[in-house]
């Protein structure tokens, strides 16, 4: 411009040469690292030769052409008028701030290619702290030297002299021989306000100024060009945005991201095409400061949370430092331009809920997660120094669901009076040869308590490794939980293969509810006519599964092949073999899946799949019917009342039934109604049972006899030496003497059974005292065959036992 050389106009030229290069130093960003280092070592020497020019032109004695444009060399009375400030136009200091700032953002150039440093823990503090201190002198040393030279003000005439008898008007320069006065009422194009090219007029020699405006545009637009579509593609590896993983692929020995500079190169020349540096300043400026915020407050809060493995290096780190400088950040966007802050924000705030909502599949071991095991840890503590209050019960659960994918109606039923409103641990317990069975544990506890995440189970996974599933259960019921997170109620499914197992098995499933009683947890039972263990299912899936993958696959390679075959000739000829071979291959792929599909239809079962996800669906109006007949504490009221606060099950009312007196029905009706009411559990109907210990029909007991007649010793039927011979060698058999003892409570379970055939055969669920039996006094086999009995042929049914812990108050 000063020489009249525009190729078009200003605007225009300004496009067109930074939009050459721009190109420029993208081929030296694509070339790799070495070419960017060895042409920042370039720039580096070009820049500091113009300083040094810089500082010897201020020395140099000036002439009357530099004076008449206000340099005079160091003089204190210009350095005094220029001291202070003097802005113009309606700019202030944050508006100048925001224009200048960009000068100083390459002290972070080094943290942005921290992954292609030697020693990035060494070199980061003290290259940034160098940066920082170089930048400072350079900076601070060239503005009080040109302003120890140049005044604010020059007309550029060298005849503006003053002439001898003209008053002067106080000024630096009026003192010095030269009139300004004129520019206080028109334009002035020289001195320190107006002339941008100042550094070159006050040097040696100007071309090196420019050279260095050059170097030290192109050293900060080339490191701004490497260094963020670096920090860019790590972000798009960690796919946190999917729609941005295109960018994360890199190419050559350095995974250079060079799509990421491709991009960059796209942003650089929408703001080169604008052509106003000082319009596009604040706006680099307020996205600088938002990412130093960020950075300087993730310091801070990765501090505050007390991560062990937060340990910053830098001797002279503070966390209370990160955080003024995060507060000044903000502070300072919002000064230099309010309305970009707020947009600044609102990207930041979205990119966050965006990540928030999301939950992307990465793990950076954040400082976050360190603050939620801090408040987890704190308000555990906390809970323990509260005493329990019955009108803070709330049932928190151990399932023994094995694998939780293994029985997901159990745990869906658990789950469903525990969602929100307290613990639920999904517990498996691995037998046989410990290194087996420990190694086992181990590979399986990350998938399944995934598993558990990924299909919405606020739950736990634990397991153990033990002798006998006994022991296991007792381990988990013992240590399981922390503080007053701890269990307090036991959820196993009953053992719908009694009949077949071991004497073992049932004497270990028997054990486990003694067990519960013993360690005061209270105990639930649940029964569904299907029963919970899918497995054979999820193998069946899993086998149709990898065929269907190998179909794809097969497919894949068909397509493939009729890519890269020709369409004539011989080349034709033997595409067509080709695909006749692969097709004949797929045709046997096909048959097999039938095979297998057909063969599996028998083991498919859809009524055991249906039954896995009963507990998932909406239940339609309906009842569930609560047979409370022991006095448990209100663990069997108070497990339906929670179902009927959920979603699914609100539309369900609650059935009272319970035993009593023919001639004082209608007064224990009123007693519970009035008992239900003081709990405030709403119920729709209130039955008095009065039947419910006469004998029940033949044909119920017949059944009963037939069903435990295998595990009978019939001891008084033979002499005594054999009987005690049997009683040794069988102890879990029942003996004549221990049913007769225990008729009158075998007769209870039959009859009830047949009074929930005929009241609640149509509900949604029963939920039903669970009966005790002595330890040690009722065998095991005789207890199994009261749940049987029980619970045979009935909706889902929950039999539940509290442990004699009050769990309802009548006081809010």
Not at 378 to 399: G, M, W, Y
Not at 455 to 468: E, I, L, P, Q, W
Not at 650 to 678: D, P, Q
Request: hydrophobic share 45%; proline share 3%; aromatic share 12%.
């Amino acid at each position: 411009q000063e020489s009249d050389t525009l190729m078009v106009d200003e605007s225009n030229d300004i496009r067109i040469i930074g939009t050459i290069t721009v190109v420029c130093l993208l081929g030296i960003s694509v070339a790799g690292m070495e070419w960017e280092a060895k042409a920042q070592v370039i720039l580096l020497i070009v820049l500091l030769v113009a300083i040094a020019n810089f500082f010897i032109g201020t020395v140099i004695p000036t002439n009357n052409e530099k004076k008449a444009r206000g340099f005079f060399n160091y003089e204190a009375s210009i350095f005094a008028e220029n001291f202070g400030p003097d802005f113009r136009s309606g700019e202030g200091f944050f508006s100048v701030f925001a224009i200048f700032f960009p000068a100083a953002t390459g002290i972070l150039a080094g943290a942005n290619i921290s992954g292609d440093l030697k020693d990035p823990q060494s070199a980061i503090p003290k290259g940034t702290m160098l940066a920082i201190l170089i930048t400072t002198i350079a900076y601070i040393g060239v503005a009080v030297c040109v302003a120890s030279c140049v005044v604010r003000d020059a007309t550029g005439s060298i005849n503006d002299t003053i002439v001898p008898g003209m008053s002067c008007n106080g000024s630096s320069a009026c003192s010095l021989g030269y009139d300004f006065s004129r520019c206080a009422s028109q334009p002035c194009d020289y001195g320190l306000m107006n002339n941008f090219q100042v550094m070159s007029m006050v040097s040696g020699f100007g071309p090196l100024i420019t050279a260095g405006i050059f170097s030290a545009t192109l050293s900060s637009a080339l490191a701004s060009l490497v260094s963020a579509p670096k920090v860019f593609q790590a972000l798009c590896k960690d796919n946190v945005y999917k729609g941005l993983h295109f960018f994360a692929k890199g190419y050559g020995k350095n995974n250079e991201p060079i799509r990421g500079y491709v991009l960059t190169f796209v942003i650089a020349m929408a703001f080169i095409l604008i052509a106003e540096l000082n319009t596009i300043a604040p706006i680099i400026s307020n996205f600088f400061l938002a990412s130093y915020a960020l950075i300087n407050f993730s310091c801070f809060h990765a501090s505050y949370a007390k991560s062990p493995g937060w340990r910053p290096a830098f001797r002279y780190y503070n966390m209370w430092v990160s955080l003024f400088g995060a507060l000044l950040c903000c502070g300072v966007m919002f000064v230099i331009n309010w309305w970009a802050a707020l947009i600044t924000y609102a990207i930041e705030l979205f990119l966050y809920i965006y990540v928030t909502y999301k939950k992307p599949e990465v793990n950076w071991g954040s400082s976050t997660q360190a603050l939620y095991y801090i408040n987890a840890l704190d308000s555990a503590l906390a809970l323990t120094t509260v005493e329990d209050h019955v009108k803070n019960f709330r049932p928190q659960c151990i399932a023994l669901t094995g694998a939780p994918m293994i029985r997901p109606a159990l745990l869906d039923i658990t789950h469903t009076f525990t969602k929100n409103n307290g613990l639920c641990i999904c517990c498996e317990v691995y037998t046989g040869p410990r290194k087996l069975c420990v190694k086992e544990m181990n590979s399986g506890m990350a998938k399944k308590q995934a598993w558990l995440t990924k299909n919405k189970r606020k739950a736990f996974y634990a397991a153990v490794a033990a002798d006998s599933f006994r022991d296991g259960v007792k381990s988990l019921l013992q240590a399981s939980g922390l503080g007053r997170m701890k269990p307090n109620t036991l959820v196993i499914g009953f053992k719908k293969d009694w009949r077949n197992a071991t004497a073992t098995q049932v004497e270990n499933y028997v054990g486990v509810i003694h067990d519960a009683f013993d360690f005061e947890l209270g105990m639930i039972i649940v029964r569904i006519s299907q029963g919970f263990d899918i497995s054979q299912v999820l193998q069946v899936q899993e086998e149709l599964e990898k065929l269907e993958q190998e179909r794809l696959a097969l497919e894949a390679t068909i397509k493939e092949n009729d890519f890269e075959e020709g369409r004539s000739g011989i080349r034709g000829f033997f595409r067509k073999t080709n695909m006749l071979n692969i097709s004949k291959h797929e045709t046997k792929k096909e048959s097999t899946i039938n095979t297998i599909q057909s063969m599996h239809v028998g083991e498919f079962n859809q009524k055991l799949l249906e039954a896995s996800t009963q507990f998932k669906k909406k239940q339609g109006k309906g009842t569930i019917d609560i047979w409370w007949l022991f006095d448990d504490g209100g663990l069997t009221i108070l497990i339906p009342y929670i179902l009927t606060i959920r979603k699914k099950w609100k539309n369900c009312k609650l059935r009272i039934f319970t035993g009593g007196k023919v001639n004082r029905i209608e007064e224990e009706k009123l007693a519970m109604a009035s008992l239900l009411s003081k709990f405030r559990i709403k119920f729709a109907d209130i039955n008095i049972i009065c039947d419910i210990n006469i004998k029940p029909n033949k044909e119920s007991w017949k059944f009963f006899e037939e069903m435990i007649e295998p595990y009978r010793l019939h001891e008084s039927c033979k002499d005594i030496t054999t009987a005690e011979k049997l009683k040794r060698e069988t102890p879990w058999k029942i003996t004549d003497a221990e049913l007769e003892a225990f008729k009158e409570k075998s007769y209870r379970q039959v009859r009830l059974n047949e009074l929930l055939q005929e009241h609640s055969r149509a509900a949604n669920l029963i939920v039903l005292s669970l009966p005790v039996a002595r330890k040690g006094v009722v065998s095991d086999y005789l207890y199994m065959a009261w749940l049987e009995i029980l619970s045979k042929n009935l909706p889902p049914v929950l039999m539940v036992r509290g442990n004699h812990k009050n769990v309802l108050t009548f006081y809010s």
